[in-house]
């Protein structure tokens, strides 16, 4: 797999490794990394091998948000004689970065992020994209995007509701305050925290081998399952899964993973 500009990937026992690589501008986001990421996403998901995939930042910090450079070029962007059509390439500009971002919760196999450092405005926009999120204590998460004067619009006004609730989303984006790694995890906007950078490497491979050993087919059937219900109603739900299980539920997944119960042994489960 060929390495997009500053994303680096790496893929081990079923374990994609994809770092965001530019430390020396603390992993801002500019325009190869948001194509480059979607990119790898996609090649990730379909690949039979990759069965869980870790992302974190190469550096001191996970992701310092959108490249500024590139936030002011959104400006040259909607430039047009005509307001309309400007505002129409605009919007379609905003899509596509929307896009990259979804790729990670569209991805059907189960997505960690490893936070350390800062997780600002994109950065946290591409961790709650993520299936699960990590952190050290001192890391610094913050919705940062009404102190630059703007209304976030990729994903994170979206998401975070449904993960930390109504309340605490509306006063991370009015007050635009950091939240450390410690009091991110009282909130639910992580599901841990280790001590420093090398403990939450090491905490989140042990995870993300731990997942790797499961059946591949059912741990995407879960993730579309919760994904699906969280935009639609128990009904609708219901439904969705009844349709999955009468297509997946009878699978050589199925068969292995009883009797490896009665052989008293783990699964080995194909890609």
């Known amino acids: 797999m060929g390495e997009p500009t500053g994303i680096a990937v790496e893929v081990a026992e079923g374990i994609a490794r994809v770092r965001l690589d530019r430390p020396e ?3 801002a986001l500019h325009e190869p990394m948001w ?6 996403l996609r090649e990730l998901d379909a690949d039979p091998s990759t069965r869980v ?9 996970f992701c310092s948000g959108i490249d500024v450079a590139m936030l002011a070029g959104l400006k040259e962007t909607a430039s047009d004689p005509s307001p309309g059509h400007g505002a129409e390439k605009l919007r379609r500009t905003i899509l596509d970065l929307q896009d990259c971002l979804t790729a990670v919760e569209r991805c059907r196999k189960p997505v960690l992020a490893a936070v350390h450092g800062v997780c600002i405005g994109a950065g946290l926009d591409l961790a709650v994209a993520c299936d699960l999120r990590y952190a050290t204590p001192d890391a610094s998460f913050v919705l940062k ?14 998401r975070l509701p449904r993960i930390v609730g109504e309340g605490i989303a509306r006063e991370m984006a009015y007050t635009c305050r950091p939240v450390s790694g410690t009091e991110a ?10 001590d420093d950078a090398d403990a939450l490497e090491q905490g989140v491979a042990a995870l993300a081998a731990e997942l790797a050993a ?17 935009d639609h109603s128990v009904a609708d739900g219901l439904d969705q899964i009844a349709t999955w299980n009468s ?12 009797t490896a119960f009665l052989e008293k042994r783990p699964g080995v489960y194909r890609d």
């Open 214 to 230: 499961k059946s591949p087919l059912a741990l995407r059937g879960t993730k579309q399952a919760i994904t699906y219900a969280r």
């Open 53 to 61: 995939i870790v992302i974190s930042g190469n550096g001191k910090h």
């Open 35 to 40: 194509f480059g990421l979607r990119d790898t």
């Open 145 to 158: 995007e009404v102190d630059m004067g703007l209304a976030a619009d990729v994903g994170v006004l979206q």
């Open 25 to 27: 501008a603390a992993n």
């Open 185 to 194: 995890k009282e909130l639910r906007l992580v599901n841990g925290v280790f």
């Open 247 to 258: 297509g997946a539920l009878i699978s050589a997944d199925l068969q292995e993973a009883v």
